[in-house]
Nanobody, 124 residues
Framework: QVQLVESGGGLVQAGGSLRLSCASSRRTFSGYAMVWFRQAPGKEREFVAGINFSGTDTVYADSVKPRFTISRDNAKNTVYLQMNSLKPEDTAVYYC?????????????????WGRGTQVTVSS
């Protein structure tokens, strides 16, 4: 069983920055893609960003380009999401996820392992 633990969320003013982290218990962390999704109240969970197993390829939702940057440290079994120029519409619970693919997929159905999420609130 893979455990994912997100951290780094909080309350920030519009225009501010936050850095989310997701620590994985997976011993073969470096062999699989990692992604971030988010879910705002009353809305479906949506893809935010993903990074392939080696960190050489990243994918972003149009709504977060170029403000967000995903990265990973395979030595620390951790994936990060640097969020800059935050907007009130970025307010959501942010989840990291993974599965058994080396490539990034953008649908929730592609992932079986999810963290519990971290709340990000952006005030106007």
């Amino acid at each position: 069983q893979v455990q994912l633990v997100e951290s780094g969320g909080g309350l920030v003013q519009a225009g501010g920055s936050l850095r989310l982290s997701c620590a994985s218990s997976r011993r073969t962390f470096s062999g699989y893609a990692m992604v971030w999704f988010r879910q705002a109240p009353g809305k479906e969970r949506e893809f935010v960003a993903g990074i392939n197993f080696s960190g050489t390829d990243t994918v972003y939702a149009d709504s977060v380009k170029p403000r967000f940057t995903i990265s990973r440290d395979n030595a620390k079994n951790t994936v990060y999401l640097q969020m800059n120029s935050l907007k009130p519409e970025d307010t959501a619970v942010y989840y990291c996820a993974t599965d058994h693919s080396i490539l990034v997929h953008t649908t929730t159905q592609s992932y079986h392992y999810w963290g519990r999420g971290t709340q990000v609130t952006v005030s106007s």
